[in-house]
């Protein structure tokens, strides 16, 4: 059964540097997503592409983080600098298309720790 | 704006008893509504979505547009069902989820 791949699957970081993540979706499915997930709370969602553009960033705090699907397959998020509030799970989910009655595939998550 | 609301964190139940989850949802247009669920050590996974109208695993969720409601039932809870359980609302494009309600069946 497909499913979405995320690395890794821990990542431990200092303050300051700079950590990026890898999903790779279901193959043909044309949405992507990235949510980040605090202890406690639902998952919130940073960046939805449709295809390799992106649909939906505002919530993305776009002076440290970056996003993109160069051709529209997998993608990579990254922070720069990172720091100690961003540490969270980042789950990756994919979608045949962008309807809003379609099923979200989810990853299994990498875990950020900022020290 | 949307957003979803689940009032409770945590639903303690005994095996063979009824579960209702609150799910609150603030929304302009027609909404599409999920449950997913998160089972120890797995990953996030649909569980139910409205426009579906089924059950699941015996779990029914009806969409209640005038109380903005998306309230999730089971008659009798399993021991099986202990999971976290999350709403989602989809609209405007974007899939967004409340907190998240942890459901743990005891026998």
């Known amino acids: 059964e497909a499913e979405v791949a995320q690395s890794p699957r821990y990542k431990i970081t200092e303050k300051s540097q700079a950590v990026a993540f890898w999903c790779d979706p279901i193959s043909g499915h044309a949405t992507l997503y990235w949510y980040r997930q605090i202890l406690g709370q639902g998952p919130e969602l940073l960046v939805q592409f449709q295809d390799e553009s992106v649909v939906d960033d505002s919530q993305l705090p776009k002076d440290r983080f970056s996003a993109e699907r160069l051709k529209g397959v997998d993608s990579t998020l990254k922070i720069q600098p990172a720091e100690l509030g961003d540490s969270a799970m980042y789950l990756c989910?994919?979608?045949?298309?962008?309807?809003?009655?379609?099923?979200?595939?989810f990853g299994q998550g990498t875990r950020l720790t900022v020290v | 704006a949307q957003r979803v609301t689940q009032p409770e964190k945590l639903l303690s139940v005994f095996k063979g008893a009824p579960v209702e989850l609150k799910c609150n949802y603030s929304?302009?247009?027609?909404?599409?509504l999920f449950w997913y669920v998160q089972y120890s050590r797995q990953r996030l996974q649909l569980l139910l979505r409205?426009?579906s109208r089924e059950s699941i695993k015996g779990f029914t969720a009806d969409l209640n547009k005038g109380e903005t409601s998306f309230h999730l039932k089971k008659p009798f809870a399993q021991e099986e069902d202990s999971a976290m359980y999350y709403c989602a609302l989809g609209g405007y494009n974007k899939l967004i989820f409340g907190a998240g309600t942890r459901l743990a069946v005891h026998p």
């Open positions: 929304y302009s247009g027609s909404p599409e």
């Open positions: 409205h426009i």
């Open positions: 989910a994919s979608s045949r298309d962008g309807a809003m009655n379609t099923e979200a595939f």
